[in-house]
Each structure stands twice: as C-alpha cells, then as structure tokens.
C-alpha cells in the first residue's frame, strides 16, 4: 500500500524476550518468548526522496538518505545504512509498485542496549509497511529463527516453533507473580552467537529433551516446578555451548532459579523468588539496578 500525499501511516512492535529454546530453536526445537511492553513504532510520511531516521530515548542514533535506486547519499552509520538498502532491494523485487519516496521515522521507547529486539521490530516494522514475508526480510538482514519477529505483533507470550507459532500461553499468578526480569548489563550480537552455536553438534534428544521441558513449564501452576524446567534448561544449554551457567558464575548464593534469556552473556536473565523486594534487594545489592517485574514488561 503505497502511502498517499499529506497522510501518515504508523505502525507497532514489540521487543521481545526468550525463555525457553534459545539455540536449539535454530534446530527445529520449540522455544518460549515473551512479547513486551517495549516497542518501536514507525510512521511513514510522504517526502520528495527517501529518509530514514531511528531514534532512540537519547534523540536520533541513526539517519541516511537515498537516492530512488538506493544508493546512499548520506549517512551516520555505514553499516546500518547497508542492512537498510539490502532491505528496500527485497521489499522492491517483492512489490516494485511500492513508493519509496517516504519519510521513515522509527521511535524505540527501551534502551537499545537492552537486546529487546531494535532488529526484530524493524523487520516487523517494514513487513506491516511493505507486506513482504519478514523471512525474506530476515534473510537478507539478521538471520535467526524468525520468534523475534513473530513476537513483534503477538498479544501474549507463545510457543513458535519451525516458523510458526504453534499457541499464546497464558501463564498463572503463581509463576508470574514471582518473577523477576532483570538487566546483565551485556548486550550480545545475535549474529555471532548464532554463527558460534552453528559449530555445536546437536542431537534430536537434545531437542527432545527441551520440547519436554517447555510442555512442563507452560502447564504447571506450581512456582517450583516451573524452577525445575528453568534449572533442567539452563543446565542442558550450558552442556551443548560450552559455558557455566549464569548461577554458577554470578549469583551461587541465590536461593532460586536463575535463567539466561536468549543469547548467553548479555542482555536480561530471569530470576525466580518468593518475596519479589528481598529478591530486588539482592540484585540491586549486586549493582544490577534495571528490573522489572512480569506485569511491568511481558505483554
């Protein structure tokens, strides 16, 4: 749909968060997400040429201008600027009929060193533009299994799988009420830890075993067993890419479950507790000050 003079089309989506299944997604298994309450909108204005601007809580981070073939007239950040061209070539070999000459403005309303998903929501953002299948945009951009995207516009927390999402979950009190989501202060590239795990050799009992753990954990009502899964993952992961479990390294005093999200070494990790201000004052005593609660992120 091309967008027509004087009008202004905005579009949403929501960063995101990995539970369950990071790595062993990329090898058919189920995974858990969550979709957040952090997002990144995009309007889209009629201009004389093409404009992009990305913004940040802290102003723009990120602008360029092309010409009608894409070439790149200016520009902040090269290497933005040529994921963004790979992209428009995509979307106009899919629907040349499309009018470029817009002005593009994306809004992120989380930190982007965060990891929520500033990749994610911009290829969700240029597919509810465009209408092009996000997997080709995907394809030519970040790479991965494509949960992030399929968060971008998700109501509730799912189960995906292979390209699909196969069900929206709706978790009970009695596990959300005493979660914690909390700021490592790392943020990792997707794109190398998917190049990094591609080298581990996977087994389909491994990807048995963490399709078990999440069928578990998404029907129990029970805070303890739902800890059980979380313990039984984080020590599977740990044995497949090679790296101590976030427990063990930072937190072996803590007395309940702790849990990477997503990419080891970086971005949030969950931490389940019974008094969710105790377990604040430990974290925060820690110097990991950035945290929230279930109702305050997960969508």
Request: proline share 2%; aromatic share 12%; charged share 20%.
């Amino acid at each position: 749909m091309a967008v027509q003079e004087n009008t202004i089309k905005t579009y949403q989506a929501s960063g995101k968060l990995m539970l369950f299944g990071e790595y062993l997604v990329l090898n058919g298994s189920d995974c858990v997400a969550f979709p957040l309450k952090f997002g990144q909108t995009l309007s889209v204005t009629k201009s004389g040429d093409i404009r992009w601007e990305s913004y940040s809580k802290h102003g723009m981070w990120f602008s360029a201008s092309m010409s009608n073939d894409f070439t790149l007239l200016e520009t902040n950040n090269e290497e933005v600027a040529e994921i963004l061209q790979r992209l428009f070539r995509v979307i106009r070999t899919e629907r040349p009929e499309l009018d470029f000459q817009q002005y593009f403005k994306a809004e992120a309303n989380f930190e982007l060193n965060w990891g929520l998903g500033s990749s994610s929501t911009l290829i969700s953002l240029l597919n509810q533009w465009s209408g092009v299948d996000p997997r080709k945009l995907l394809d030519v951009s970040f790479g991965g299994s494509g949960y992030d995207v399929a968060c971008a516009t998700a109501t509730a927390p799912i189960v995906y799988a292979n390209g699909n999402v196969k069900m929206h979950i709706d978790f009970p009190a009695s596990v959300t009420n005493n979660l914690l989501f909390i700021y490592l202060g790392n943020k990792q590239n997707s794109r190398e830890e998917i190049k990094r795990f591609k080298k581990a050799t996977i087994t389909q009992e491994q990807v048995d075993a963490m399709n078990t753990m999440i069928s578990t954990a998404i029907q129990t009502d029970a805070i303890e067993v739902f800890e059980q899964q979380l313990d039984r993952s984080e020590a599977l992961i740990s044995s497949i890419i090679g790296t101590d479990q976030l427990k063990q390294r930072l937190f072996s005093d803590y007395p309940y479950s702790v849990k990477s999200l997503g990419a080891w070494g970086g971005d949030f990790f969950l931490a389940t507790c019974r008094e969710q201000e105790t377990a604040k004052d430990y974290f925060e005593k820690k110097g990991y000050t950035t945290l929230f609660t279930y109702h305050e992120l997960i969508k």
